[in-house]
């Protein structure tokens, strides 16, 4: 099943700006946001309404692969406190953001990410 992303909602440049260094304070590491580019995860472009494990050339993890979940909002939002409780067996290693960075990240990532 593929989803189609969702409209990118107008942002607050101040949101955005404070998703931008989110990401590149926390994820830019292993992730990148153009399209096909993978680093040890995922490229993250387009990844707001993206169905879970469907990203072509990436080895995922078999919880990833068999998570049947799309990357929603409030997905994102669950996966990003705590990646380990919300999916275990995920590869990601990280301990997860606090709650006022990761609303911030999930606006930045639909916005860049928007067709």
């Known amino acids: 099943m ?11 440049d101040a949101v955005l700006a404070q998703g931008e260094r989110v990401f590149r304070n ?15 995860g995922p490229s993250l472009h387009g990844v707001v309404g ?3 494990g469907e990203v072509a050339d990436f080895e995922y993890s078999r919880a990833l692969q068999d998570a049947q979940l799309a990357w929603t909002p409030e997905a994102l939002d669950r996966f990003l406190t705590d990646p380990d409780a919300f ?26 990410g928007a067709p």
């Open 2 to 12: 593929t989803l189609v992303s969702p409209p990118a909602l107008p942002a607050d």
């Open 87 to 112: 999916l275990p067996g995920t590869r990601m290693v990280f301990w997860g953001l606090p709650e006022d960075a990761r609303q911030p990240l999930i606006d930045y990532l639909r916005h860049v």
């Open 50 to 52: 993206r169905n879970a």
């Open 26 to 40: 926390q994820c830019r590491g292993c992730h990148s946001l153009t399209p096909g580019r993978h680093i040890a």
